[in-house]
């Protein structure tokens, strides 16, 4: 399948890999090619050292990665991801799935950080109504970004992952390419209003990294 990631962050980057890996055709979205390839790391790797680690992962602008793809990916910062995804184009997202990772995180009041819509919205509702066009699946936001790539790191991949969307075709497509990567127990909680659930789950995530001390943990949900 041709995928564009939108996103060269941490879970940009893991999950555009990982599909690589499964043999998929994935293009990583950026606002600016030159810019992102030149850009030293705050921390961790470099794209540009990243790429050359993924050599069958192409990189191009956030519109031209949606043009070529059949899914698409939302994998940029909670707080850009309305404007990345109309970066990307309405009629680029149309008709296709849209799998968001994305979470509404405001780091703008400290640590930890807040959730800027809840309770009766979320950023999953918020994009899909945007594009009323795309077929929105929220999905993998509950766990950090080398599970959702590769579940088998922890337990064998014996843990639970979320997808929430209006559209039970996308999700089926979703829960594939989920098990493909390793998720043995896909949940789903229904159609994207469930994604307000799935969101408001990142206070608890966040203060569970605190006890811990690290993000190699997910949810299992044991019924
Ligand atoms: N990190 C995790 O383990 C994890 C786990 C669960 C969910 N999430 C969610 O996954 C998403 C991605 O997280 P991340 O840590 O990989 O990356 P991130 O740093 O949150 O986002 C990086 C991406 O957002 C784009 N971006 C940031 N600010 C922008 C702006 N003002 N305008 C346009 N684009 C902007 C960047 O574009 P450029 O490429 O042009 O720089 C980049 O592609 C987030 O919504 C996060 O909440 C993360």
Do not use: C
């Not at 949940?187 to 206070?203: F, N, S």
């Amino acid at each position: 399948m041709k995928i564009a990631v939108m996103g060269t962050g941490t879970v940009g980057r893991a999950l555009a890999g990982r599909f690589a890996e499964l043999g998929h055709d994935v293009t990583v979205g950026t606002r600016d090619v030159a810019s992102t390839l030149a850009r030293e790391p705050e921390q961790g790797e470099s794209y540009t050292a990243w790429a050359r680690a993924n050599p069958a992962v192409g990189l191009a602008s956030f519109a031209d990665a949606a043009a070529g793809s059949e899914l698409n990916v939302n994998a940029a910062s909670g707080q850009a991801a309305i404007e990345v995804l109309g970066a990307a184009g309405e009629g680029n997202l149309a008709g296709k799935v849209l799998i968001d990772v994305s979470n509404p995180l405001d780091f703008s009041g400290g640590l930890p950080p807040t959730l800027s819509v809840k309770d009766t919205d979320s950023l999953g509702e918020r994009i899909q109504r945007a594009f009323p066009e795309a077929l929105v699946v929220k999905t993998l936001n509950t766990m950090n970004a080398s599970l959702m790539a590769d579940p088998r790191r922890l337990a064998g991949g014996d843990h639970s992952v979320f997808v929430s969307g209006d559209d039970p075709d996308a999700k089926r497509t979703v829960a594939d390419l989920l098990e493909q990567m390793g998720h043995t127990d896909v949940v789903d909680l229904g159609d994207i209003t469930t994604a307000r659930g799935a969101e408001m789950v990142l206070p608890l995530w966040l203060r569970l990294f605190g006890a811990f001390g690290t993000a190699e943990f997910n949810f299992k949900v044991v019924r």
